[in-house]
């Protein structure tokens, strides 16, 4: 199946779940601390994207969930080094993003249509399409969030 032609559903499923709460995740205990170095040259990327907390912790979340549903799929330590980066109001706002967007990857995990059982295994692997694309070793809008080893 051609991820072009269901490019508006992705983005529709993506808002969607990312509008529904889902339950809660302690997720700063999986974030080990980064070392100084890469949040150095993280922090550098983010000015000079001229991201903000809130854009941040979407790609945060995005690597997150990716990391929990996509094959082979692992966050770096550029990711691990994102929350580093925040202090404050700005790490209040970084992490209401981060949980708003994993929540929504966890709820496309969790997706059950008796309708059409087929929809949801469509919905992962377009997410993951787009993580990689976006936040992946080569991404178009945060590289080198995640990483991917192949069996």
């Known amino acids: ?11 529709l499923i993506g808002a969607i779940a990312a509008s529904m709460f889902w339950g809660s995740m302690c997720w700063e205990a999986a974030a080990a601390e ?3 170095d890469i949040v150095g040259t993280t922090r550098a990327a ?4 001229r991201l903000t907390p809130r854009d941040t912790g979407s790609r945060y979340g995005q690597a997150l969930g990716a990391a929990e549903l996509c ?3 692992k966050v770096t330590d550029k990711a691990s080094a994102l929350p580093a980066l925040y202090a404050d109001a700005e790490l209040d706002e970084f992490k ?9 990857w966890i709820r496309v995990k969790h997706c059950v249509r008796e309708d059409d059982p087929n929809q949801c295994k469509v919905i ?6 787009a993580a990689s694309t976006e936040i992946g070793p080569k991404g178009t809008a945060f590289p080198g969030l995640l990483e991917f080893s192949r069996p």
């Not at 199946?1 to 983005?11: A, C, N, Y």
């Not at 983010?46 to 994207?49: D, E, I, N, R």
């Not at 209401?96 to 929504?104: E, L, P, R, S, T």
């Open 1 to 11: 199946m051609s991820l072009g032609r269901h490019k508006g559903l992705g983005t």
């Open 34 to 36: 980064p070392p100084e």
């Open 46 to 49: 983010v000015t000079t994207a």
């Open 71 to 73: 094959t082979g799929a």
């Open 96 to 104: 209401a993003q981060q949980k708003k967007i994993y929540d929504a």
């Open 124 to 129: 992962i692997d377009e997410s993951c399409a």
